[in-house]
């Protein structure tokens, strides 16, 4: 088992910036990627970004340009750096691992941001 806690959200003005982070409760190091997901009230939860182990990253377009995924596998934690956030940015903002060998599904509780307009 694997606990997952994010932490960095709150409110800011549109254009501003927040850092989120998501702490793994073991290593991370190989073998799985680690993801941001957003969802709002009464919608499905979106992908943002995902990391994969070896450093690869990819972004919706939404957020391409803006927002930047990272990992420190010596922390075990995964950072999402978000600039120039919009009003329509605001959602709660989730973690997800993905472990591939073995097989593995992990989330982590949430952390809200809100972006005021």
């Known amino acids: 088992q694997v606990q997952l806690v994010e932490s960095g959200g709150g409110l800011v003005q549109a254009g501003g910036s927040l850092r989120l982070s998501c702490a793994a409760s073991?290593?991370?190091?190989?073998?799985?990627?680690m993801a941001w997901y957003r969802q709002t009230p009464g919608s499905q939860r979106e992908w943002v970004a995902v990391?994969?182990?070896?450093?690869?990253?990819n972004y919706a377009d939404s957020v391409k340009g803006r927002f930047t995924i990272s990992r420190d596998n010596a922390k075990n934690t995964v950072y999402l750096e978000m600039n120039n956030l919009k009003p329509e940015d605001t959602a709660v903002y989730y973690c997800?691992?993905?472990?591939?060998?073995?097989?593995?599904?992990?989330w982590g509780q949430g952390t809200q941001v809100t972006v005021s307009s």
């Open positions: 997800k691992l993905t472990t591939y060998i073995p097989s593995g599904l992990y």
């Open positions: 073991r290593s991370i190091s190989i073998n799985n990627a």
């Open positions: 990391v994969q182990s070896g450093g690869n990253t």
